[in-house]
């Protein structure tokens, strides 16, 4: 059971915009950032958002983030066949003094 | 380019004491800039951080709750790396364990940037 909770599938059609939420509490996402990492099949996450909405260089501008309160979520517009992955959220818990990772979101492009 | 190169065996029997290492390239084991992190992934926990070591005028650890008491994260700074070693091990421990970077800025950290490859261990009797 992980402390950040996603939605374990997403789906889109090309060109479509999808959001995929990431939902916390008081202890990590309400005060601290929050944090979008990518992951293809055999490899290592990649991030994606950092500090709730900062993209890294070379990180289209498709991909957006967000956070309110407690929950967060990772925009993808103008979906295509490549983002095809699962996708991750992470913050920094104060209670549990550590880094938590919600348990992921495949997101099927159809 | 900071690049971080993982070693060690990916077979081990129950009871054993995993050790992994972590080399870096591109920066300092010892900076005041960064954390360095061991993570790991299995279908049944999903992405799990374990811990990270950090320099700040001397060495601090923070450790999972699920792992304490039998992991350490230690610095080697003659090589530049980082090791991860847990103990008493079962097939529970069977994942892809990751090193990874965390930037920080003053007392600030930030989440993982830089990601090793990954090593596949396997707990098995």
């Known amino acids: 059971q992980s402390v950040l909770t996603q939605p374990p599938s997403a789906s889109g059609t090309p060109g479509q915009r999808v959001t995929i939420s990431c939902s916390g509490s008081?202890?990590?996402?309400?005060?601290?950032?929050l944090y979008w990492y990518r992951q293809l099949p055999g490899t290592a996450p990649k991030l994606l958002i950092h500090r709730n909405n900062q993209r890294p260089s070379g990180v289209p501008d498709r991909f957006s983030g967000s956070k309110s309160g407690t929950s967060g979520s990772l925009a993808i517009s103008g979906l295509r066949s490549e983002d095809e992955a699962d996708y991750y959220c992470?913050?920094?818990?104060?209670?549990?003094?550590?880094?938590?990772f919600g348990g992921g979101t495949k997101l099927t492009v159809l | 380019q900071v690049q971080l190169q993982q070693s060690g065996p990916g077979l081990m029997k129950p009871s054993q004491t995993l050790s992994l290492t972590c080399a870096i390239s591109g920066d300092s084991v010892s900076t005041n800039s960064a954390a360095w992190n061991w993570i790991r992934q299995s279908p049944s926990r999903g992405l799990e951080w374990l811990g990270r070591?950090?320099?700040?005028?001397?060495?601090?650890?923070d450790y999972a709750v699920s792992v304490r008491g039998r992991i350490a994260i230690n610095p080697d700074t003659s090589k530049n790396q980082f090791s991860l070693q847990l103990n008493s091990v079962t097939p529970e421990d069977t994942a892809v364990y990751y090193c990874?970077?965390?930037?920080?800025?003053?007392?600030?950290?930030?989440?993982?940037?830089?990601w090793g490859k990954g090593t596949t261990v396997t707990v098995s009797s």
């Open positions: 990874a970077r965390g930037p920080c800025s003053g007392t600030s950290c930030y989440s993982m940037d830089v």
């Open positions: 992470v913050a920094w818990d104060d209670s549990l003094n550590g880094w938590e």
């Open positions: 070591t950090f320099y700040r005028s001397r060495w601090y650890n």
């Open positions: 008081s202890s990590n996402i309400g005060i601290n950032y």
